[in-house]
C-alpha cells in the first residue's frame, strides 16, 4: 500500500453531537467514567483506527439542554488509555495561551516513551473568555497577540523536545555521559524565558506529531509553521482545493515541504439500512427531531426570523461572518461561509450537509465509504477524523460496516503497521 487513508475518531464525551446524552444505551454519566473512554478506544482499535482524538476547552460549558463536551484531561486520560490499548495512537488538546512549554514538552516526551510513539499534540489558541477566567483575573488576549504567543511556545517546546537526545551515546572510554548529551536553549522571548534543557530524553523517530485546527489567517500561518497533522473543516471539494492551496503555500513560503502536512477534516456519519432511515436517525439524534426541527435551528444560528426564511432560497454568501470575539472555532464560521460561496445551496439542503460544524454523511454504509472514498482519491485530503454523534454505538457501526468497505477498496489497512505514528505516516522529517 502505498498512499493511505488516514482514520481518527473523536472520542469526547457521550457522542459528537450536543443531544447525543438522551440517546446512549447507558447512563448519560458515562462521560466520567474511565471504562466509556476504554471501551470506544477498544472499538477503534478492532477497526485499525490510527488515532483517537480528544478535544479539549477547559472551561464547563454550563447549557442543561447538552451534554458536558470536555470533562477529562486529555494527556491523563490517554497515558492511562496507551498503557491499556496497543497499537492505536492518542491525540490530545492543549491551549498554547493557558499551558506552559516546559511542563508540555516534558509530558509529551513521557507519553511518548510510554506509548512508543503514539502520540499527536493539537495545539490550539484558545477563544473563550470563559477558559481564561479558569487561569487567571487577566481577560483573554486579543486573536493576534494568542498567535504570537503561541509561535513562542512551539519555538520552546520544539528546542525542548530537541535538547536531551536519546541516540546520544554514553562515552565507551571514560564511562561517563557525553558532555554534550544535552544543551540548554536558553530562552528569553517576548512570553517566555526557559533555560531548559529538558529532563527527559527524546528520541526524534518518535517524537510527537504536531497537530493545529486553525483556519484564519494567523491559524494557517501557524499551521504552515509547525502543524503535521491538520485538522479543519471542509464542507465542499472547491473549498478544500483552495484550503489545501493556500496551506501548501505558506508553507512553502516557510521553507517547508507541502508533503511534511497531512489534512484530516472532521467528517459526521450517520449510518441507516436506508438513506431515508439514515436522515431520521438525524432528526433523533440532533435533537431537532424533524427537518422543520432542523431548519428552525439553522435560522437560530444564523440570526434569521425563521418566519421570513425561504428553505429552498439560495443561501446568501455573506449570510456567516468570522468576528474577533466570537465563542466559537473561526474555521467552523469560515467553512459555512465557503460553502454558501462555492454552491448554491439552500437551506434545506445545508441542514443536510452540516452538524455540529463538521461535513455531514447521511446514509448506508456503502454511501459513508464512497463519499470518503472520493473524497480521499480526489487528492484533496489524507483521510477524516471520524465525528460519530453516539459513542459508542455509532462508532461500532462506522467500525464493522465502514471499515471494511475501506479494507475491501485498497486504501485501508487490514492490521497495524508496526512503528510509531511519525513513521507510519512517514512523517520523519524536521519541522
Not at 443531544?19 to 477497526?47: K, Q
Not at 565507551?172 to 529532563?199: C, M, T
Request: hydrophobic content about 40%; aromatic content about 8%; some cysteine.
Amino acid at each position: 500500500m502505498q498512499r493511505r487513508l488516514i482514520l481518527t475518531a473523536g472520542i469526547n464525551s457521550t457522542g459528537y453531537l450536543a443531544d447525543s446524552w438522551r440517546h446512549v444505551s447507558d447512563s448519560p454519566l458515562v462521560f466520567a467514567e474511565f471504562d466509556h473512554y476504554l471501551r470506544a478506544t477498544r472499538i477503534a482499535h478492532a477497526g485499525r483506527l490510527d488515532a483517537v482524538f480528544f478535544s479539549d476547552h477547559p472551561a464547563l460549558g454550563a447549557d442543561p439542554a447538552q451534554r458536558p463536551l470536555h470533562s477529562f484531561e486529555p494527556l491523563t486520560l490517554s497515558t492511562a488509555l496507551a498503557v491499556a490499548v496497543p497499537d492505536i495512537g492518542f491525540e490530545i488538546t492543549v491551549s498554547s495561551t493557558y499551558s506552559a512549554p516546559y511542563d508540555l514538552a516534558r509530558r509529551l516526551a513521557t507519553l511518548d516513551h510510554i506509548s512508543g510513539g503514539r502520540v499527536i499534540c493539537n495545539i490550539v489558541s484558545s477563544f473563550n473568555p470563559a477558559v481564561a477566567a479558569n487561569y487567571g483575573s487577566a481577560p483573554l488576549p486579543p486573536r493576534e497577540a494568542r498567535y504570537r504567543q503561541a509561535h513562542e511556545f512551539m519555538s520552546v517546546v520544539t528546542a525542548l523536545l530537541k535538547s536531551w537526545n536519546l541516540r546520544r551515546p554514553v562515552d565507551p572510554q571514560s564511562g561517563v555521559w557525553d558532555p554534550d548529551f544535552a544543551r540548554p536553549i536558553s530562552h528569553k522571548g517576548e512570553f517566555y524565558s526557559v533555560a531548559g534543557p529538558l529532563n527527559v530524553p527524546s528520541d526524534a523517530r518518535r517524537r510527537a506529531l504536531i497537530g493545529q485546527a486553525g483556519a484564519s489567517g494567523p491559524g494557517l500561518d501557524f499551521a504552515a509553521a509547525y502543524g503535521e497533522i491538520i485538522y479543519c473543516s471542509l464542507l465542499s471539494l472547491p473549498a478544500a482545493w483552495n484550503f489545501r492551496d493556500e496551506l501548501h503555500a505558506r508553507a512553502k513560503a516557510r521553507g517547508r515541504a507541502p508533503a511534511s502536512l497531512r489534512i484530516v477534516p472532521g467528517l459526521v456519519p450517520i449510518i441507516g439500512r436506508t438513506r431515508a432511515e439514515a436522515l431520521e436517525r438525524h432528526d433523533a439524534v440532533s435533537g431537532a427531531g424533524s427537518e422543520k426541527g432542523l431548519l428552525r435551528r439553522f435560522a437560530r444560528d444564523a440570526g434569521i426570523d425563521y418566519a421570513t426564511l425561504d428553505p429552498d432560497a439560495p443561501v446568501a454568501n455573506d449570510l456567516f461572518k468570522t468576528s474577533a470575539d466570537q465563542q466559537r472555532p473561526a474555521g467552523f464560521t469560515q467553512a459555512l461561509a465557503e460553502l454558501a460561496r462555492h454552491e448554491r445551496i439552500t437551506p434545506r439542503q445545508f441542514v443536510r450537509r452540516v452538524e455540529g460544524g463538521h461535513r455531514l454523511v447521511a446514509g448506508t454504509a456503502d454511501d459513508v465509504a464512497s463519499d470518503i472514498i472520493a473524497w480521499w482519491r480526489s487528492g484533496v485530503v489524507e483521510g477524516f477524523n471520524i465525528q460519530t454523534p453516539v459513542l459508542p454505538e455509532d462508532l461500532s457501526d462506522f467500525v464493522e460496516q465502514v471499515v471494511p468497505r475501506l479494507q475491501k477498496a485498497g486504501i485501508f489497512p487490514r492490521e497495524y503497521e508496526s512503528g510509531s505514528l511519525r513513521e507510519r505516516f512517514e512523517l520523519t522529517g524536521e519541522i
